[in-house]
């Protein structure tokens, strides 16, 4: 069993099979995922649902904690798990495709930016934005 269904459980969440299907996406999920997409995941399925009640659904797990929602600068906002912790982003201005940046050195030179502002580093939200100059080998950096 997907342990986003065991954190549904523990939160009192009813496990119907809309839930449940949305927890195995993104437990099949190495990254964010769209509404839309997790709708067409939940439809192909065999599964019945609602745009709506997708959304309705990523909020409730996201008011419990068990997703992060992220709001690109083009205005779409797509979800991960919450336990993902922190990541950059590098959005292809073309393509609009979002390929996570997960970098120690970077990280620990923000954490350096926010002590020197007398702050705890706790999350970021970083987004950069290019344009394709040769085919990429992989979605992450």
Not at 19 to 46: M, N, Q, T, Y
Not at 57 to 71: D, M, P, T, Y
Not at 119 to 140: A, I, M, P, Q, T
Request: with cysteine; glycine share 6%; hydrophobic share 40%.
């Amino acid at each position: 069993m997907s342990q986003l269904v065991d954190r549904l459980k523990e939160k009192r969440i009813r496990v119907t099979p809309q839930r449940a299907r949305i927890c195995k996406a993104f437990d099949d999920c190495d990254g964010f995922l769209h509404p839309r997409d997790i709708h067409e995941i939940v439809v192909s399925s065999g599964i019945k649902a609602s745009i709506s009640s997708v959304y309705r659904i990523l909020s409730e797990f996201e008011a419990a904690g068990l997703l992060k929602s992220r709001e690109f600068a083009d205005g779409r906002t797509n979800y991960c798990l919450a336990s993902r912790g922190t990541a950059g982003f590098l959005i292809d201005k073309q393509t609009r495709e979002v390929i996570e940046i997960r970098d120690k050195v970077l990280e620990r030179r923000l954490q350096k930016v926010a002590a020197a502002a007398g702050l705890e580093l706790v999350d970021y939200d970083l987004s950069l934005f290019g344009e394709l100059k040769s085919k990429r080998n992989s979605r992450r950096v």
